[in-house]
């Protein structure tokens, strides 16, 4: 990699990991950027340069933490560095913000992604001027529920910059709306529905202070600031990461046979670990861990193109499940 552009990622690299409050140093910048380039390397005195570098030319407001053994920036929303950037950056900062217009709700942060990638393109002078014009053809679809955009902003500016935020919910199960504060840990898309998980303040009928909640933003009918700051919870963050957003009974081990579309589907949508092709099309397929509930729908909504192998007591579930639907259908 030209020592250019290595020290262009170098210090986006750096900038990102202090913005996230890792207190980075040479060893942690060295593991990031190898987990997309192994064959990166420089010493622990690039490092220090960098630094220097950022704050001479840029004024970056960095200082070192003995105690954390990394950097940090005095003022964490600073953002006074604007590399130029190549063209496979540039594409790949016009899909982001591509993306962002078709995932995230209406809102400000969604209109501001797209101004700043415009920004970018004029700064950015390169050759391939198809790169905006092709992405017509890179389809997302967004969430089908409507979330309110001012609800939207508010969240992921609290979220953001790790302030309390104050919601007016309402459950699926109906009842009076209820008023909750909350520190907002994680905000995420999960099977196309946009939640935020977060720490339990204060409010009416709330859960014990300190526990974690999970909270549809469509559901949310206001959202306001509050000027309490909280520290992130990286363990939790970790988790939603994992898949583990809600605390559904987990299987291991599940065992099916699948033909037809449920093979052409569930070879797509499955996290399957083992596949056994048979010479009537079939294949028998293991789920190493999976949510329950997700085998569960997968099976009764495959027009019997689906069958539990293992475990029998999965087996069972589905049976009774499938007699429950065939008495609603008298």
Known sequence: MPEEKQQRERINCLLRLMKENRYPNYGMVLAEMRKTDAAVHFVNKTIQRDVEYLKASFRAPIEYDPSMRGYYLVNPNWNGFAPLLDEDEMEAAAIGAHLAETILPPSKIQSRIRQGTDALWAQNATSDSQSFAILQALVAKG????????????????????????????????????????????????????????????????????????????????ARKDGHLFEPDYVEIAKVNSGRLFDFPRLKGVKLKIRGLAKKFGLELLPLENIEEHKDGSATVTLEDIEEYRVLNFVLTANGEADILEPASLKEKARNAALQVLQGLK
């Open 143 to 222: 969430s089908p529920a409507q979330v309110a955009s001012e609800v939207f902003q508010t969240i992921f500016e609290q979220w953001r910059s790790q302030h309390n935020v104050t919601i007016t919910y309402l459950r699926a199960k109906g009842g009076k709306p209820q008023t909750i504060t909350i520190e907002p840990h994680v905000l995420t898309l999960y099977d196309n529905i946009w939640y935020i998980r977060g720490k339990a303040v204060s409010g009416k009928r709330n859960p014990t202070h300190g526990d974690f909640l999970t909270f549809a933003l469509h559901r949310i009918q206001e």
